[in-house]
């Protein structure tokens, strides 16, 4: 197959319908077909674009499929995915949008679909979404949002007058939220720099020290990025490492850090003075923090392989520990698209908070008297961000909830037990955060 970037954005649609894990399919896709610069870009364009229109683009086309998209075969599915993407998020004309999907059934050998993806996509490209009918208000959501049932009825019930925006925000006004490396420049001269170096925009976050920047390509390509003049980080995200408050010479704990983001921004507060202990449970995303800490040169951290729901006795105790906990990542929809389609089953949920709380167990217990414990999430959902802190508070009366000295950004929701973004209020990725203080 001749490499080309709609072939391999169709490629990996078709492997993420069987495997899952977007970024893995479409990475190791692009790299079997050897695409670079503008290719490379535009066939991620086309793979993310599916993912996060996808409700949408089946509706579309199943006005049109009286048997569904179901019936088809995966190849011609993701091209009248694709091509109904490209036409109607991308730019792309219709007719380059068609004739381009008509080649693609040549291409993965289904040309007996040609006729049929060229019908199908001539009227879909042409449909009017105004005057669509649903069923209910669910069906509503699930498809001008793009969502699968289970994300709909949640952000129904939590979020009613919300949903669909939440579910069609695009995170940081659509720019790549960038954290800079305060030991070498500020934000601002950041700003310059990219701007010097033919970065499309730059310019300051909302949270301290953060940079909101759109590159032509991967901010990991740009020579400012090798050098370790910054790292790639959602500003929320950059908020809750703000609030651990660690200082140089303290010792710190980032209990569930990889692929590392916040391990680098504490580690850049300590300037180099201290000991910082980066854990998490899968020692291939240890390697991830490892090599991010390496290209920042930081030399006072240590990276190692954590369960951090049991106690470790090779952990020592902390000034400071930060829990970014693992969760159902409700608040990152626009990031991650295919968390839309996640099925929210009772028993995983309750499952989740268990080891969320052991987590939070595990880290009262390592934290030293009058020590500062952050707990972070980048979920919506209140029974893993409010209603877990208030549990933890009741097992530990020993802590109790403290007001960062960070200023929050406007539209975070502060109250009784920790600080809430949601995206239609904050322009950030939802998430939550919450400081406790030990004072025993």
Not at 179 to 202: F, H, I, P, T
């Amino acid at each position: 197959m001749a490499a080309n970037p709609r072939a391999a954005a169709v490629a990996a649609l078709v492997r993420q319908e069987q495997d899952g894990f977007s970024n893995l399919v479409l990475d190791a896709e692009l790299r079997r077909q050897k695409l670079e610069g503008r290719d490379k870009a535009f066939a991620g364009a086309i793979f993310y674009t599916v993912l996060e229109h996808q409700g949408t683009l089946d509706f579309i086309l199943e006005q049109f499929l009286p048997k569904g998209l179901a019936r088809l075969d995966p190849q011609v599915r993701e091209i009248l995915r694709a091509a109904l993407a490209q036409a109607r998020y991308m730019q792309v004309p219709v007719s380059a949008a068609v004739n381009e999907a008509v080649k693609l059934t040549r291409t993965f050998k289904k040309a007996s679909a040609s006729g049929l993806v060229n019908a199908v996509l001539r009227k879909a490209c042409n449909y009017d979404l105004e005057t669509a009918r649903f069923r209910n208000e669910t069906q509503r959501l699930m498809v001008l949002g793009s969502a699968g049932q289970d994300v709909a009825e949640f952000l129904r019930t939590h979020y009613p007058e919300e949903a669909l925006g939440i579910l069609t925000h695009t995170a940081d006004g659509g720019c790549t939220s960038l954290r800079v490396n305060c030991l070498k420049m500020d934000a601002a001269a950041l700003c310059e720099k990219l701007l010097e170096s033919g970065v499309k925009s730059a310019q300051p976050g909302l949270v301290p020290g953060s940079v909101l920047a759109k590159f032509e390509g991967s901010p990991a390509d740009h020579p400012l990025f090798k050098e370790g003049c910054f790292h790639v980080e959602g500003q929320a995200s950059q908020l809750a490492a703000l609030c651990v408050e660690a200082k140089p010479g303290d010792t710190v704990i980032d209990l569930c850090a990889a692929p590392g983001g916040k391990t680098l921004l504490l580690a850049e507060e300590m300037q180099g003075q201290g000991a910082l202990y980066s854990c998490d449970v899968a020692e291939h995303r240890v390697g991830l923090i490892r090599s991010a800490v390496e290209r920042m040169g930081f030399a006072h951290v240590t990276a190692l392989c954590n369960d951090a729901t049991r106690p470790n006795p090779e952990l020592p105790a902390a000034d400071r520990i930060l829990v970014d906990a693992p969760c159902s990542g409700l608040g990152i929809l626009a990031k991650k698209p295919d968390i839309r389609y996640k099925t929210l089953e009772k028993a995983r949920h309750d499952e989740l908070l268990a080891t969320q709380s052991s987590i939070l167990d595990t880290a009262a217990a390592l934290l030293k008297a009058g020590g500062r414990l952050v707990y972070s999430t980048c979920t919506i959902d209140p029974a893993e961000n409010e209603e877990q802190v208030a549990a933890f508070l009741a097992r530990h009366p020993e802590f109790r909830v403290v007001r960062p000295a960070v200023a929050f950004p406007d539209g975070m929701t502060v109250g009784e037990h920790g600080a809430l973004s949601v995206p239609t209020r904050t322009g950030m990725d939802g998430f939550f955060l919450c400081a406790m203080q030990k004072t025993q």
